[in-house]
């Protein structure tokens, strides 16, 4: 399983960016596909997760609830991360996984490259 994310970039407060990731194959045993962000000089945290299978439900982490949307595309093999109203707070690299479910790092064991996001004020 390969993962390839895209669709990060420069922006201002208040703008929107739209990620990507798409997956070559879908891990069967893996069924949670992720997005995390990493600050420079902070740990790896979850932004949201979603199951690929059966309702879809999703999972965000309090601080994008209401601004972020994860989403999928089962017939592409593809999850997105609609990001809305982005604030400084927001810059990091942000990755996305696949794996067990969960907030930690270590359940995903498939990552894609890191896809850079900056807001500037």
């Known amino acids: 399983v390969q993962l390839q994310a895209s669709g990060g970039g420069l922006v201002q407060a208040g703008d929107s960016l739209r990620l990507s990731c798409a997956a070559s194959g879908r891990p069967a045993s893996h069924r949670v596909a992720a997005w995390f962000r990493q600050a420079p000089g902070k740990e790896r945290e979850i932004v949201a997760r979603?199951?690929?299978?059966?309702?879809?439900?999703?999972v965000y982490e309090d601080s994008v609830k209401g601004r972020f949307t994860i989403g999928r595309d089962n017939a592409k093999d593809t999850v997105y991360l609609q990001m809305n109203n982005l604030k400084p707070d927001d810059t990091a690299v942000y990755y996305c996984?696949?794996?067990?479910?969960?907030?930690?790092?270590?359940?995903?064991?498939?990552w894609g490259q890191g896809t850079q996001v900056t807001v500037s004020s």
């Open positions: 979603i199951n690929w299978e059966n309702s879809g439900i999703a």
């Open positions: 996984a696949a794996g067990l479910g969960g907030t930690n790092p270590v359940l995903y064991p498939y």
